[in-house]
C-alpha cells in the first residue's frame, strides 16, 4: 500500500466525521501503520508552526494560580492523557488525536495566548496546559464581547433603606461585611482598546475580573482550529472534549472552599462564598449576590437572585397557606355536612350504591367518615380566599421581579446585552455550507441549511415533540386503566365481609385511597422514567434544529422541555380535577371506558382530597429524588474519585490538579435548576385550591435548594465557566403563562372539584326555613339533599351485585342531583342539579373577571423599571457621551485645525493685506 492509499483512506475517514457527527473511527484493525507512514497536514494555515507546549515543573506552591514564573495569571486549564502507544488497534486514533492537539495549541499561540505544560503529580500520563492572556490580547477580546469596564465612580446619591431603622436586628441576616466588603458602584461604558486612557483603572492587574478572563479564554478555546483539510475547517474545544483529545477544560477555583489562601494578593473568594453562603450554618443569611456574580458570572448570578427572591415571595403565600391549613383543621369536627357523614343516625342509616359491576357491596355512608373530616381541611370557605390571594400573589411575584430584575440588570452592566450582536455557536459556525444574502445588511453570509433545510428540521422537531406528548397520554390513560381495575380489586376485598384478617384497616383504608395512593405512585415513577428518556430526545432534537446563538438554543430546549413536562407533572392531576367523576352515569347505566372498564367515581365529599394525595406524592417525591440526583451523586463520584487516586499526604498537589478531581457541570448547566423551579412554581399556583400546604413545602424545598445549590457547586462542581446573562430568559414568559393559566384552573377546582359550590347553593336557596319574620339558613340535611335514591331492582344483570345485600334494602344512594325512582322523569336531572350548574358557571365567570382584572390594574400601576434606575441609566449614557465619545471628537477637531490653518494660509499667501481686511 502506497503513502498516497493511506493518506486518502485517512481523508475519507476524516471527511465523514463532520464535526463529530459521526464517532471518531480507525481504519480497518488488520493494518498496522508505521508512525513515518502516517500522513501529515499540508493545509496547515500559514504562520501556524506546529510545536509542543513548554513543558515545566511544578513549583510546590499548591494555590498558586500563576504559571511557575509567579507573573502570568493561569485564565484556563486544558487536560489530557498520554494513551498507550503500544496498543497497536488504537495507535491510529492516539496520532490524530496527538496532531489535532498540537495543532489546536499551535491555533491558541497564534492567536496570542501563552501556554505552559505540567505533569501530574499523581499520574504520569496526565498533563495540564496551563493558558494565560496576555495584556494586549485582553484587551481586543474586551472590545469583541462588548464587556463593560468602569469609567468612574457613581456620583448620584442612593436613596436610604426603608429599613435602616431596624439595622441592628437584620444586620444579623446579611454576610459578615468584615469579610464580604461592599463593592464600590461605577459608571461603565463597553470597552474600547483605543480609548483605555478613559476608563477607571486602579490596578492593571485587577482591571479584568477572574471571571471575565476566563469568559475571554473560554470565547477563544471554542473557535480556535484543531485541523484543517482543504475547505473543511474543525474548530472548538467542545469537539476535542468529546472526541477524547482532552479529558477536561476548566477555569481554576481561586482556593480550597474550606482553606484561605496562602497565597499574596488572592482574594479567595471561593472560600468566602462557602463560609458565608453555602455553609449550613449560614442558612438564614441573604445572599451575597455581588459575590456570585463577581465569582460565577451573571448567568449563575441572575439564578440565585431569581431562587432568593421566589424564595422570600414564597415566605407571604406559606403563612397565608397555613393559616387557611390551621383553619380547616379546627373547623373539621364542627362542620355540619362531616357530622352528618360520620353520625350512626344519618350516615350510619345511608346505605350507598356499589362502585363497581358484580363484586363490589352496598356500603354504608359513615364508613368514610375519617376521610370527610380529612376533606374538610381542604374543601372550606378559607381555600376559596386562599385561591384569590394566590392568583393576586402571583402577579405581585412577577412585577416586584421585573423592578429587581431591572435593577441587577444595572447593577451587573447587561442592560443593553441583548441589544448587542450574539456571536454564533462553534457548532452553528461549523456546518455553515450555504450562502444567503442578509436582509439587514445586504451581504452575503454563510448559513447551515437552505429555508426549505430549515422547515424539514424544525417540522421534524415538532413531529417528535408531539409523538412524546402522545406517548405521555397515552401513559396516563394506562395508569386510568390501572386505577379503575385497582379500584375493582381493592372494593372487592376491602367489602368482602367474609375476610376477617382486613377488619382492622376497613376502617381507615377506603378503596379510593387504596386506590389513589398507589396510582399517584406508579405515576410519579412512570413520570421520571419517561423524563430520563425524552431528557435525550430534547437535546437531540435541538443540536438537529441547530440554533444559531446560544440563546436561541436554550431558549428552543426550555420551550420542548417544558412542553413535555409540563404534560408529565400535571396531566394526572388534570385528570383527577376535571375529569374523574364528571362522567360516571348512573347505577342502572353506569358509564364505561374501552367498552369495558366502569368510569372511577368520586368520594361522597368530592375528588379534591385524591388531588391533594396526588399533589403531596409527586412534590415530595420529586423533591426527594432531585435532592439524591444533585447531591448526594456528585458527593459520591467524588469520593470515589479520591480513593481511587489515593495519594500520599507528603505530595503537594497544586490548584489545578484538585479541581480536576471535582465534577464537571453539565452542558446545559443551569438549565435543570430552572427547571425543577418552574415545574415547582406550576404545583404552588394551578393547583394551590386544592392544597394550602404547597407553598409551605415549596418555602421549606427552596430554603434547602438554595443552600444545597450553593454547596454543590462551590465544593463539588470544577469553577464554572463565566456566562453573560440579561435576565432568566424564556422562562419569563413561561411564568406568566402559568400565572395566567393559574387563575381559571383554581376557580374551575372549586367549582368542579371542590363540593364548595353545591353548599353554597344549597345553604341559600334550598335550605329556608321560616322562623318568625326571618329566614333562617342552615346546612342541616345538606348530605340527604345530595344524595340520589336508587332502587336495587333497576340493576342490569351485568352491574347487580353477586352477594345480596345483608341490610335488607330495597334502595341504596348515589352522588347525583337525579329524580327519584318513581317519578315522572325518574333519573333525570333535577332542579338542583342546573341550579348549581348555573352556579358553577357564574362563579368561573365572576372570580376570573374580578382576578384579571385586579392583575391588569397591578401590572399597571407596578412599573417594571424602577425611578431611580432609570435616572442612573440616563446619567451613565450621559457620560458615556461625554467621556468617551465628545472627548475623542474635540481630539479630532484639534488634529484637523492645524491643517486648516494651513489650507488658508496657501490659499490667501499672494493676497495683499488691504484683501485680507476684505475677505473679514
Request: aromatic residues 14%.
Amino acid at each position: 500500500m502506497s503513502d498516497n492509499d493511506i493518506f486518502e483512506m485517512d481523508s475519507v475517514c476524516e471527511t465523514e466525521e463532520l464535526e463529530g457527527e459521526i464517532e471518531l473511527g480507525m481504519i480497518d484493525d488488520e493494518v498496522v501503520y508505521p508512525e513515518e507512514f502516517l500522513p501529515t497536514y499540508h493545509s496547515i494555515e500559514e504562520g501556524v508552526k506546529v510545536s509542543k507546549v513548554q513543558l515545566a515543573e511544578f513549583n510546590d506552591k499548591p494555590d498558586s494560580l500563576f504559571f511557575n514564573d509567579g507573573v502570568r495569571r493561569i485564565d484556563f486549564i486544558l487536560a489530557y492523557e498520554d494513551e498507550d502507544k503500544k496498543d497497536f488497534d488504537k495507535r491510529h486514533t492516539f496520532m490524530r488525536r496527538k496532531r489535532r492537539r498540537e495543532y489546536f495549541e499551535a491555533s491558541l499561540m497564534k492567536m496570542g495566548m501563552e501556554l505552559e505544560a505540567t505533569k501530574s503529580v499523581v499520574d504520569d500520563k496526565l498533563t495540564f496546559v496551563k493558558i494565560h492572556m496576555p495584556w494586549d490580547v485582553l484587551c481586543t477580546y474586551a472590545e469583541v464581547l462588548h464587556i463593560k469596564l468602569p469609567i468612574q465612580p457613581n456620583d448620584l446619591s442612593s436613596r436610604a433603606s426603608p429599613w435602616r431603622f431596624f439595622s441592628c436586628i437584620t444586620k444579623h441576616f446579611y454576610p459578615n461585611e468584615d469579610l464580604i466588603t461592599k463593592e464600590t458602584e461605577y459608571f461603565t461604558a463597553p470597552f474600547e482598546k483605543d480609548r483605555l486612557e478613559y476608563f477607571y483603572m486602579r490596578d492593571k492587574d485587577l482591571f479584568f475580573t477572574a471571571s471575565m478572563r476566563s469568559r475571554m479564554a473560554y470565547y477563544i478555546l471554542s473557535r480556535a482550529p484543531y485541523e484543517i483539510r482543504g475547505n473543511i475547517k474543525k474548530f472548538g474545544i467542545t469537539k476535542l472534549l468529546d472526541g477524547g483529545v482532552y479529558k477536561a477544560a476548566y477555569p481554576l477555583h481561586d482556593c480550597r472552599f474550606n482553606v484561605k489562601s496562602q497565597e499574596e494578593g488572592c482574594p479567595s473568594e471561593r472560600y468566602l462564598l462557602y463560609e458565608e453562603w453555602a455553609h449550613p450554618k449560614s442558612f438564614y443569611k441573604m445572599q451575597p449576590l455581588n459575590l456570585i456574580r463577581k465569582y460565577y458570572g451573571e448567568k449563575i448570578g441572575i439564578y440565585f437572585a431569581w431562587l432568593g427572591f421566589y424564595t422570600i415571595m414564597l415566605a407571604l403565600a406559606a403563612v397565608v397557606g397555613l393559616c387557611c391549613f390551621i383553619y380547616g383543621y379546627r373547623t373539621q369536627e364542627t362542620s355540619t355536612w362531616s357530622k352528618e357523614v360520620c353520625d350512626p343516625n344519618i350516615g350510619g342509616q345511608i346505605h350507598m350504591c356499589p362502585q363497581c359491576d358484580r363484586d363490589c357491596q352496598y356500603w354504608r355512608l359513615n364508613s368514610t367518615c375519617d376521610a370527610s373530616k380529612k376533606l374538610c381541611i381542604f374543601d372550606n370557605f378559607g381555600t376559596l380566599v386562599f385561591a384569590v390571594f394566590m392568583s393576586i400573589w402571583v402577579t405581585l411575584f412577577l412585577e416586584f421581579w421585573k423592578r429587581y430584575q431591572a435593577e441587577l440588570e444595572y447593577t451587573w452592566d447587561t442592560v443593553e446585552f441583548l441589544e448587542q450582536e450574539e456571536p454564533p455557536r462553534p457548532e452553528y459556525e461549523a456546518k455553515c455550507v450555504y450562502e444567503r444574502k442578509n436582509p439587514v445588511t445586504g451581504v452575503k453570509e454563510s448559513v447551515p441549511y437552505t429555508a426549505c433545510g430549515r422547515c424539514m428540521r424544525v417540522s421534524i422537531g415538532i413531529g417528535t415533540v408531539l409523538f412524546w406528548i402522545l406517548l405521555i397520554l397515552a401513559s396516563i390513560v394506562a395508569i386510568i386503566v390501572y386505577r379503575l381495575a385497582a379500584f375493582f380489586a381493592f372494593s372487592a376485598k376491602l367489602r368482602h365481609q367474609e375476610l376477617k384478617e382486613l377488619e382492622p384497616i376497613k376502617e381507615y383504608v377506603t378503596p379510593q385511597m387504596a386506590t389513589s395512593v398507589t396510582a399517584s405512585l406508579i405515576s410519579f415513577v412512570v413520570i421520571m422514567i419517561l423524563n430520563m428518556l425524552y431528557e435525550r430526545v430534547a437535546i437531540w432534537i435541538t443540536d438537529f434544529e441547530l440554533p444559531r446563538t446560544k440563546t436561541d438554543y436554550e431558549n428552543s430546549l426550555t420551550l420542548k422541555m417544558f412542553l413535555f413536562q409540563f404534560v408529565n407533572y400535571y396531566s394526572s392531576c388534570f385528570y383527577i380535577a376535571f375529569a374523574k367523576g364528571k362522567a360516571v352515569g348512573y347505577p342502572g347505566a353506569p358509564v364505561y371506558l374501552l367498552g369495558k372498564y366502569r368510569n372511577e367515581e368520586c368520594d361522597p365529599g368530592g375528588c379534591l382530597i385524591e388531588l391533594t394525595t396526588q399533589l403531596s406524592i409527586i412534590m415530595g417525591g420529586k423533591a426527594i429524588w432531585n435532592n439524591i440526583q444533585e447531591v448526594l451523586l456528585p458527593w459520591v463520584k467524588n469520593l470515589i474519585f479520591r480513593y481511587c487516586t489515593n495519594v500520599a499526604k507528603e505530595k503537594v498537589i497544586p490548584r489545578w490538579e484538585q479541581d480536576y478531581r471535582l465534577q464537571s457541570l453539565s452542558k446545559l448547566g443551569l438549565f435543570y435548576e430552572y427547571l425543577e423551579m418552574v415545574i415547582q412554581f406550576g404545583f404552588v399556583t394551578l393547583f394551590v385550591a386544592s392544597f394550602p400546604l404547597a407553598p409551605v413545602l415549596a418555602l421549606v424545598n427552596n430554603l434547602f435548594e438554595i443552600r444545597v445549590d450553593a454547596w454543590k457547586i462551590t465544593t463539588q462542581f470544577r469553577r464554572i465557566v463565566p456566562e453573560k446573562a440579561q435576565d432568566i430568559g424564556a422562562w419569563q414568559p413561561i411564568l406568566q403563562g402559568v400565572a395566567i393559566l393559574a387563575v381559571a384552573t383554581n376557580a374551575m377546582i372549586i367549582a368542579f372539584t371542590s363540593d364548595m359550590i353545591p353548599r353554597l347553593v344549597y345553604y341559600w336557596s334550598f335550605s329556608v326555613y321560616p322562623y318568625g319574620d326571618h329566614a333562617n339558613h342552615t346546612m342541616a340535611g345538606y348530605i340527604e339533599s345530595s344524595l340520589s335514591v336508587f332502587d336495587i331492582k333497576d340493576f342490569s344483570n351485568y352491574s347487580r351485585p353477586i352477594m345480596p345485600s345483608r341490610y335488607n334494602i330495597t334502595t341504596c344512594r348515589y352522588r347525583d342531583f337525579r329524580f327519584p325512582p318513581g317519578h315522572a322523569r325518574e333519573y333525570s336531572y333535577n332542579v338542583y342539579y342546573w341550579h348549581v350548574i348555573a352556579a358553577k358557571m357564574a362563579f368561573i365567570i365572576v372570580v376570573e373577571h374580578i382576578v384579571y382584572l385586579t392583575k391588569f390594574i397591578l401590572s399597571y400601576m407596578i412599573p417594571d423599571v424602577p425611578y431611580a434606575v432609570k435616572e442612573q441609566i440616563k446619567r451613565e449614557k450621559y457620560l458615556t457621551q461625554v467621556i468617551i465619545h465628545e472627548t475623542n471628537l474635540k481630539l479630532v477637531t484639534k488634529r484637523l485645525k492645524p491643517a486648516d490653518d494651513e489650507v488658508v494660509k496657501s490659499a490667501n499667501v499672494n493676497l495683499t493685506d488691504e484683501e485680507l481686511d476684505l475677505d473679514f
